[in-house]
């Protein structure tokens, strides 16, 4: 990322830590290294994370990988930390780096940062709803920080899908019926295709190939089969979003691709991305504090990505990644040498107002007067300092306010107040 980038990630940056903060949340910084077995035994040995995406390296007996995502990292950390004995319910989140190796293409790329939420420790589907709204909020919250006028995500332009994935009983009756749905047609599906119908037949749902798609169409949905416990922490869900003016869209195609998932799934998509609409994804994963190692508690979070949450942006034509409320433009001041031989005198005037907390540059090319403040006025800066030897002598420095063309001679004893005041 170069430096004219930086303001739009700032923005999205603040908003996700700001809206955490809102909630309790507290931070947390996973490990960029895991070991393999922590993602075979939480993502799914099947999926195309483990089996196609993961950088892995190894060293000896120790086969380690970059973070593929963000769960099972902090899942870990949050049994070694001792909270699911001592302190179960935990509001997290995470902002960084994430690693798959795919084809890099239009929204993807190998190294990619997200925002991750995850609570840990209880099966309120209040907190269902509280993350899934907190993921709308944060990009509702984006459009708001942007400088342009009237500057807003149209309900239209986002949409927040919603599936059960069940638990228990229900799922297994679920797999059976769409095993027995898709086994007449299981030979004219892609090869992963065949692999997943024999390992985990709901990953073959999740298969982006067209001619799969088609095949899995009028596949049965998981809603037909919840159980009257799954059905009302699913209802609820509905019933406390409403509460909160969400509006959800029932999809029963949502699967996600990760094996851990349970009861909530959910996805918020921007239909203008076309075939990648999908902003941000998550849901219950109840059972994988047990799975590595702790008791059973439930949890839900989510992950939002910033890259394609920008492309959003860029698509919608709504945003110069350059025009949000973070960009700190160039310096206030540059100070400029008027004569030979000034050179420590205007490094020693940039360091104090430094030390002021008042941004401050110079020349380092040994320019002309004229030439200098040229260079001031093109880069953006508000005041020019002139340092010149008959001001030395009088311990003075002319300000010169480069909006206004305004300038006067001033003591340098009272040049941090009149730029803290304004200028001239």
């Given at each position: 990322m170069l430096p004219e980038e930086i303001p739009?990630?700032?923005?999205?940056?603040?908003?996700?830590?700001?809206?955490?903060?809102?909630?309790?949340?507290?931070?947390?910084?996973?490990?960029?290294?895991?070991?393999?077995?922590?993602?075979?035994r939480s993502v799914g040995e099947v999926t195309d994370i483990v089996q196609k995406e993961m950088f892995t390296l190894q060293k000896?007996?120790?086969?380690?990988?970059?973070?593929?995502?963000?769960?099972?990292?902090?899942?870990?950390?949050?049994?070694?930390?001792?909270?699911?004995?001592?302190?179960?319910?935990?509001?997290?989140?995470?902002?960084?780096?994430m690693f798959r190796y795919e084809r890099p293409?239009?929204?993807?790329?190998?190294?990619?940062?997200?925002?991750?939420?995850?609570?840990?420790?209880?099966?309120?589907?209040?907190?269902?709803?509280?993350?899934?709204?907190?993921?709308?909020?944060?990009?509702?919250?984006?459009?708001?920080?942007?400088?342009?006028?009237?500057?807003?995500?149209?309900r239209g332009e986002l949409e927040?899908?919603?599936?059960?994935?069940?638990?228990?009983?229900?799922?297994?009756?679920?797999?059976?019926?769409?095993?027995?749905?898709?086994?007449?047609t299981m030979a004219e599906h892609c090869e992963l295709c065949r692999a997943r119908f024999e390992r985990n037949v709901l990953r073959v749902l999740d298969c982006k190939n067209p001619r799969c798609k088609e095949l899995n169409a009028g596949a049965p949905a998981i809603l037909e089969y919840l159980s009257a416990e799954n059905r009302a922490h699913f209802e609820r869900v509905q019933e406390y979003l409403r509460v909160l003016g969400l509006p959800v869209v029932i999809d029963s195609s949502i699967v996600r691709g990760l094996d851990y998932?349970?009861?909530?799934?959910?996805?918020?998509?921007?239909?203008?991305?076309?075939?990648?609409?999908?902003?941000?994804?998550?849901?219950?994963?109840?059972?994988?504090?047990?799975?590595?190692?702790?008791?059973?508690?439930?949890?839900v979070g989510f992950a939002v990505g910033f890259t394609s949450t920008l492309l959003l942006f860029n698509e919608l034509?709504?945003?110069?990644?350059?025009?949000?409320?973070?960009?700190?433009?160039?310096?206030?001041?540059?100070?400029?040498?008027?004569?030979?031989?000034?050179?420590?005198?205007?490094?020693?005037?940039?360091?104090d107002l430094r030390k002021n907390e008042i941004s401050a540059v110079y020349d380092v090319e040994q320019r002309s007067l004229k030439a200098q403040m040229k260079l001031a006025g093109k880069g953006g800066h508000r005041y020019a300092v002139v340092v010149g030897g008959d001001e030395l002598a009088r311990g003075s420095v002319q300000l010169k306010d480069l909006e206004d063309g305004t300038q006067h001679e001033l003591a340098r004893v009272e040049l941090v107040a009149r730029l803290r005041a304004g200028g001239v």
């Amino acid at each position: 990322m170069l430096p004219e980038e930086i303001p739009a990630w700032r923005l999205l940056e603040e908003t996700a830590r700001g809206l955490a903060h809102l909630r309790g949340y507290r931070e947390i910084r996973p490990a960029l290294l895991e070991e393999v077995e922590l993602f075979t035994r939480s993502v799914g040995e099947v999926t195309d994370i483990v089996q196609k995406e993961m950088f892995t390296l190894q060293k000896g007996e120790s086969a380690l990988a970059l973070r593929p995502e963000g769960t099972a990292g902090i899942v870990r950390a949050y049994l070694e930390a001792g909270y699911a004995s001592a302190a179960p319910l935990q509001r997290l989140f995470h902002i960084g780096p994430m690693f798959r190796y795919e084809r890099p293409q239009k929204g993807r790329e190998r190294m990619f940062t997200q925002f991750d939420v995850e609570v840990l420790g209880s099966l309120d589907a209040r907190l269902d709803a509280e993350v899934i709204f907190l993921a709308a909020a944060f990009f509702e919250s984006v459009a708001i920080k942007v400088k342009a006028p009237g500057f807003r995500i149209a309900r239209g332009e986002l949409e927040v899908r919603m599936n059960s994935m069940g638990d228990g009983d229900d799922r297994n009756t679920w797999k059976d019926a769409v095993r027995s749905f898709l086994a007449p047609t299981m030979a004219e599906h892609c090869e992963l295709c065949r692999a997943r119908f024999e390992r985990n037949v709901l990953r073959v749902l999740d298969c982006k190939n067209p001619r799969c798609k088609e095949l899995n169409a009028g596949a049965p949905a998981i809603l037909e089969y919840l159980s009257a416990e799954n059905r009302a922490h699913f209802e609820r869900v509905q019933e406390y979003l409403r509460v909160l003016g969400l509006p959800v869209v029932i999809d029963s195609s949502i699967v996600r691709g990760l094996d851990y998932y349970t009861r909530t799934v959910f996805e918020v998509h921007a239909p203008a991305l076309g075939a990648r609409s999908a902003l941000c994804g998550g849901g219950r994963y109840d059972h994988l504090i047990a799975e590595l190692g702790g008791p059973d508690l439930g949890a839900v979070g989510f992950a939002v990505g910033f890259t394609s949450t920008l492309l959003l942006f860029n698509e919608l034509k709504k945003i110069d990644p350059k025009e949000t409320v973070f960009d700190e433009g160039p310096a206030l001041v540059f100070v400029v040498s008027a004569g030979e031989g000034l050179e420590s005198d205007v490094f020693r005037l940039a360091e104090d107002l430094r030390k002021n907390e008042i941004s401050a540059v110079y020349d380092v090319e040994q320019r002309s007067l004229k030439a200098q403040m040229k260079l001031a006025g093109k880069g953006g800066h508000r005041y020019a300092v002139v340092v010149g030897g008959d001001e030395l002598a009088r311990g003075s420095v002319q300000l010169k306010d480069l909006e206004d063309g305004t300038q006067h001679e001033l003591a340098r004893v009272e040049l941090v107040a009149r730029l803290r005041a304004g200028g001239v």
